[in-house]
Nanobody, 127 residues
Framework: QLQLVESGGDLVQPGGSLRLSCAAP????????VAWFRQVPGKQREGVAC????????EYATSVKGRFTISRDNAANTVYLQMNSLKPEDTAVYYC????????????????????WGQGTRVTVSS
């Protein structure tokens, strides 16, 4: 199973920014669609953003559109989530995951379409 490692989570004030990283130390992500999800205690894990394997297509949850940007550096085997204008409701553990099936120019943020979940990184937005 491919190991994913998330990092970059921290405590940040409302309006601040963070960049999360999702790395695959032991295998290439080059032909795999990747997504970010988040979860708070007592709630379902929700999709945040996804990026197709060639990087040409992205999708975002309505709640983060215009504030978050997903990107990837296939040479570095890393997918990023740049989070700007953070709000308290963005507080959650953020996970990255790999799509079961990857297609050029397509991705979605449906949880059942993903596997190989990382251990998560905690983001807390609070003053």
């Amino acid at each position: 199973q491919l190991q994913l490692v998330e990092s970059g989570g921290d405590l940040v004030q409302p309006g601040g920014s963070l960049r999360l990283s999702c790395a695959a130390p032991k295998r290439t992500l080059e032909y795999i669609t990747v997504a970010w999800f988040r979860q708070v205690p007592g709630k379902q894990r929700e999709g945040v953003a996804c990026i197709s394997y060639e990087g040409g297509h992205t999708e975002y949850a309505t709640s983060v559109k215009g504030r978050f940007t997903i990107s990837r550096d296939n040479a570095a085997n890393t997918v990023y989530l740049q989070m700007n204008s953070l709000k308290p409701e963005d507080t959650a553990v953020y996970y990255c995951a790999l799509a079961h099936y990857s297609s050029q120019g397509y991705c979605n943020i449906v949880k059942s379409a993903y596997h190989n979940w990382g251990q998560g990184t905690r983001v807390t937005v609070s003053s």
